[in-house]
Each structure stands twice: as structure tokens, then as C-alpha cells.
């Protein structure tokens, strides 16, 4: 295990009804003047907001509001925002929604006390301080309520990049799972494959002797190969919604991840998707991942086993392990393709003609992760991903 | 899933040498003068306490100290420790140790700005304030290192109870596997003991559908089943030292536990055994909990043999699910006694006369957790403890 710390100070306020609570926290927490920032019209017609806005009154703390987040958040409605809090001094954002809402508040909550421009922290560049965000999350997929991470599209030239700091770590993050059961099966697809790949993404690691790490990842894998049907089958099922949402939290805040190399090609290569097609990340994940896999199975053929026999329950054979391997992969498609999730270009309405634009991008060459790829791995992944099938 | 909160803000810094950090992190969590607080003579004479104070000079932070927590900590070397804080204007306590120096810290941490008897806290009472705690851990067992709990035993009528308040959640704890390695054999046993024991606590629970939060358990679990034997076998197994380490933490600051009722009656039961006889509470519990387990195993069979078969490899028998759960009681038993640890009230040098006298101290009644034991319940487990064997 390798050296590692390990920083989570997010309070989770998990359960039905909990963002009635939210003003109450905001105050807790020190917030006098909030922006309240949410994407597109569900969550205003479905009443969240009007709720959110409610408790904020009652516990007496004035708000501003900035709508309009876009699935894939740019840098466009980060510089809005930030123009805005500045000008009505906005000390505190509580982001209401998905990753999309919650990675666009943590860019501005950046933004605001610097004088430069936020994009620098998405180019490598460390924040010294940032405002306080909080989350009422509506959608269990990318994990940001947990995380120090943020994603942001830069409109001119479609470039997708992250940043971390411990400084955008939520302060409190509301979990209700009710919240997440008007969601289309096709988005609840989406968020359950970004959240095993999330785990995927530390689970594939060159790092030995990491046993719990493994079994925790595991822990999550299992819960979504179980909990997933249940809630494709039916939205309402509160109880799969929470084991997901809870679960989309463990997969990302990295307890699963500490004390061990990590992979994220299949997220950067994912990233190129959704950046050109506009696609949901976890569409491109389901595309990508299992092609993924594929490529690099050899690199170590008993991890892939591992997986197989733990997570998709196949048989080891222990005469040819690299069977069990695939099997193991060729069940992830599977599963990925029974709750709905596109697997491979003409499914995801991805172009092959593009991959050379899309390898060119991500201009890959020093290499990093599980199996360090060039640009003739990626191209090859790619190809595998056009035209995978279950 | 039931409504929960989760906060576990400490920060884990992680691995060899880490202990040289302690200083720098002091300062990083705004502490100006620190009570060192520590148990036997192993950390001084293994030059960890010299190593603490050192990294402490070098951050320019000046300190006092106080050994000779006992490994059952004990009301009067708290309130000695609240004098010498109040005394030397202490703002911030380290503890270096086990469970024991770190729960002695918690009640010092709460004692030093309370008019009242910190005892208080430990018959019901919320604090109010408490002093920052930080931890420099050596063993793996008790959790403290990441929970907002500490267990004291009052000298008068040995009263063993606990307090609970994110006020004395640690701010950083440093935990270093290599420091683990010269445990003696049978301290290392308790410690897994310890931490499967906070891992079953949570496990054996009446709230169904919690996927998630089962599987998080089985991780611990299975690791544990991994990892001690190695362990067992070289004391010097770093790899072994750190999964454990991790795990002991992973098993009590309650993510495996949230949302979901909580049994907790065997640590009740053995609180009694530790409290009489002074044995190590890992110990007590090898004899109690598969009693426990026993006695209360037909109240969810299906539960025993999802234990059975997920953590101990046990096959399933689809026409007798009791005998798969018998069988994972068995094994369990088994592994600790594999591992070294009593199984009986003779290897742990309890003794049967003594069984009213303990279940009178316990005074059970109202019930609560898995399956509600009154009186009559209690000196059951205590007898087929008595005479378990393997």
C-alpha cells in the first residue's frame, strides 16, 4: 500500500425529505448570502427549488439564484456566475442538482476570490481559497457531493478538464434518493455506469497487496449489479435509489481509492466522446470501459479474473484464467446493455471518421494508469468501441 | 434505508513514516500547546514519543505530556489530565497509542472546558465544547482513530461506559502500519477481533434492503479473513500491518453502518467481562461474540448465512439455511481461535460464579439492537460462552 491521505470532511444528510433542512445548514455552516445554482427545469417544476428557496427563508438567510447549467457545465455559465456572486456578495453556493450543477458551482466558488481567470485552476494551477459549496443532489452518478473534483467544458475548442482542491470539498451534501426517482431510466443507466467506473478507474491498479481497497470496490460493483435492475425495473424503488445514491457517494470520495495507483484513461478517453457528441459521460463510459478492458486484459489477466469471480459471479477457470477475464468483461457489457446503456459508436451516435480528431485532442504520449497508452492505444480502443457487441 | 448523517471530517495522513509529520500538522489544525498523552513505556522506548516531540520542536510547538494510560482507560487519569491541561494552558491534545490513550484524550479533550465532572458525559450528557484531539496510532483495534466515540471505566464500582460527539472526532490522525509491527501476537489478534466485532455490530441489523452498506461490511470482514492469519504468521508483513490498519478504521467511523439499526449488545455484554477481569476487550469479545451469534442466530437465519457463505467461503445449503448459519458460526469461532484468541470463559480466565454478578452490572432491560435481550437473554450468552469450544 502506498503512502496516502485521506480527506473527506463532507456532512452527508441523507434521506427523504432532508432539503427541507437545507437553510438550517447553510447556516451551521456559516453561509450569510447564497447562490442557489441549478441547471434545467426539472428541478424547478418538480418543486425542489420552491422548497430549497423555503428553507433558506425560514431560517432566514437571503438568496440569489443562477439557472441554466448545461449536462456537460461550461465555462460560459462559470464566468456568469462568478460576475454575479461578486455583485450581490454572495458568501456561500449550494449547487441543486447532478455533477453538472455541483461542478459548475465548485468552478465559480473558485472563481469568485481569485483575480485571474478560473480556467487556470483547470489548468493545473493550485487555489488558495474558495467560497463554501453545498449540494442537494438529484442525480446518483458522478460522485462530485463527496469529491474535490470538478469538470468544466471550455466552449471555445470543446476542451473538457478537471480540477481538485480540498477547498471544493462540500461542506454539507443532501442525499434524498425520493429526489431521483423521476429520473428517465436512460440517466439512471448513465449514473450507475459512471459510478462503476469510478470504481473501475481505481479497482484496475498495479499497486499489490491492497485487499481492502479491492473488497470496498467490490463492495460497490456488487451493490450496483444488484440495485441497478431493481430500480430500471421500477423508478419508484426507493430503497435501490438509496443503496445507488449511497453508493455513488463510497465510489468517489476515494475510500476506495486511497493507497493505490489509479487508472482515469477510461475516463479521459470517454471525455473526448462527450466533448464532440455532447453525449451523457455515462453513455461514453459504457461505450469506452468494457473496450477498455478488452485492450488491456493482458496487462495483468488475474485482476480481470478477480473482478469476473467477485463482482459478475463468473466460474474461475483455472486452467485458462484469461477466459474468466473476458467472461468477466463480456458480463460488464452485457449488464451495461441490459439496463439500457448504449455499448458501442452507432448506439452512442459516435462517428469512426472522428476518432483521429478525438486521439488528436487527447493527445496522449506520456502515459500514465494501469497500462500507460499512446495515441496508437487509444486509436485502437476507439476501434474496439465502434463496433463492440454483446 | 433509514434517514442518517455522516461526518467523518478527520484527516488520515497515511504510512511509513508519517509520525514525522505530526508537528507540521499540529500547526496545520491551529494547535499552540499540546498535551502528548500516551500509555505503557513501548512508545518511549521504541523512540515514537521522542520522534512525536521532535517533529512537535520543529514545527515550533511547544508541548507537555502525560503517560501511563492504563489499557482500560480510567476516570483518574482523566481528570489528571484536565488539571495538567488547564494547568499549562493546553489547547490541543495528541494522543500516541491505541484506543485506550485516544478515548483518555477524548475525555480530557472534553473535561478541560467543562465547569461540571466530565463523567457527565459518560452517564448521557452532550458537550458542548471539547479541546481538537489528533491521534498518532500503534494499534489496530479500536476505531477511535476515526470515530467520535471514547469508552472510560469509572475506578469506583469499575463502571465501564461510553460518550459519543463529532466535538472529539480526531482533526488528523496519523496512522503508520510499520508501527503495528512490534504488537505482540495476541495484541494483533485483538485487534482483528476489535475490528470485525464494530463490523458485525452493524452488520446483524433488522433494516432490510441495505445492500451497500452489507457489502461494505463483508469488505472489512473479508479482509480480515485474508489478512490476520498473514499477520499472525510474520508480525513484520507491512502489506498485512496496513490493510488492517485501513480496514480498522473503514469499520468503525460508520460508513459501513449508516442508515440501518445497530445491534451493539455483545460490546455491552463484554464491557462487563473486560470491566471485571482487566482483559483485553479484543479478547472478550472472541468469547462473546459467537455466543452471541449462537444464541440469537434464529432470529434472522438468513442474515447467519449471508455471512456464512460471503465472508466465510461456507457453501449454501438451500434446504437448511440454519446450517449454513451454523456453519459460519463455526468458522468464525474457529478463525479466532486460528488466530489465537479465547474462546471460553477458561482461556480468558473468566469465571461462571461470576455470571449474576456481571449480568446485575449490565442490568439489561429495556432491550434493544438485533434481537432485544433481557436478563434471562444475557446469562444464556454468558453460559454458552462459558463452555464454547471450537
Chains 1, 2 share one sequence.
Not at 447562490?35 to 424547478?44: D, R, T
Not at 473558485?110 to 478560473?118: A, I, K, L
Not at 481509492?257 to 473526448?272: K, L, M, T, Y
Request: aromatic share 10%.
Amino acid at each position: 500500500m502506498e503512502n496516502f491521505n485521506f480527506y473527506s470532511p463532507t456532512e452527508f444528510v441523507f434521506g427523504r425529505d432532508r432539503e427541507n433542512e437545507c437553510g438550517a445548514y447553510v447556516k451551521k455552516y456559516g453561509g450569510k448570502k447564497v447562490l442557489i445554482h441549478y441547471g434545467g427545469g426539472s428541478a424547478v417544476k418538480s418543486g425542489l427549488i420552491d422548497r430549497v428557496k423555503k428553507s433558506l427563508n425560514d431560517a432566514g438567510v437571503p438568496f440569489v439564484e443562477l439557472g441554466g447549467v448545461h449536462p456537460n457545465p461550461i465555462d460560459t455559465k462559470v464566468y456568469e456566475g462568478i460576475e454575479l456572486c461578486r455583485k450581490e456578495n454572495v458568501d456561500f453556493i449550494v449547487a441543486v442538482g447532478g455533477g453538472s450543477s455541483i461542478d459548475s458551482a465548485k468552478a465559480i466558488a473558485m472563481g469568485v476570490p481569485y483575480e485571474g481567470d478560473f480556467w487556470d485552476f483547470y489548468s493545473g494551477k493550485a487555489p488558495a481559497a474558495a467560497l463554501p459549496v453545498a449540494t442537494v443532489l438529484t442525480i446518483a452518478a458522478a460522485g462530485s457531493e463527496g469529491s474535490g473534483d470538478s469538470v468544466i467544458t471550455k466552449v471555445d475548442g470543446m476542451l473538457k478538464r478537471g480540477a481538485g482542491s480540498d477547498l471544493i470539498r462540500p461542506r454539507f451534501s443532501i442525499l434524498n434518493p425520493a429526489l431521483t426517482c423521476t429520473l428517465p431510466a436512460y440517466q439512471t443507466a448513465c449514473g450507475v455506469t459512471d459510478i462503476m467506473a469510478h470504481v473501475f478507474e481505481r479497482y484496475f491498479t498495479n499497486t499489490t497487496e491492497v485487499e481492502i481497497t479491492d473488497r470496498l470496490c467490490e463492495a460497490v460493483l456488487c451493490t450496483m449489479v444488484k440495485e441497478a435492475p431493481r430500480v430500471i425495473a421500477d423508478p419508484n424503488n426507493y430503497e435501490a435509489r438509496a443503496n445507488i445514491m449511497w453508493a455513488g457517494m463510497v465510489a468517489h470520495n476515494n475510500v476506495c481509492g486511497v493507497g493505490r495507483g489509479q487508472d482515469w484513461n477510461s475516463h479521459a478517453i470517454e471525455h473526448e466522446l462527450s466533448a464532440m457528441y455532447d453525449c451523457a459521460h455515462g453513455a461514453g463510459l459504457a461505450v469506452i470501459m468494457p473496450s477498455w478492458m478488452e485492450y488491456v486484459m493482458n496487462h495483468n489477466v488475474m485482476r480481470f479474473a478477480q473482478m469476473a469471480t467477485r463482482v459478475f459471479g463468473c466460474a474461475m477457470n483455472f486452467e485458462n484464467p484469461a477466459e474468466t477475464a473476458k467472461a468477466g468483461i463480456k458480463a460488464f457489457r452485457a449488464f451495461l446493455k441490459s439496463i439500457g446503456m448504449p455499448i458501442n459508436f452507432a448506439e452512442l451516435g459516435a462517428k469512426v471518421e472522428d476518432i483521429p480528431e478525438m486521439v488528436r485532442k487527447l493527445n496522449p504520449g506520456n502515459g500514465w494508469g494501469f497500462q500507460p497508452l499512446k495515441a496508437a492505444d487509444v486509436t485502437e480502443i476507439y476501434n474496439i468501441a465502434a463496433k463492440a457487441s454483446v
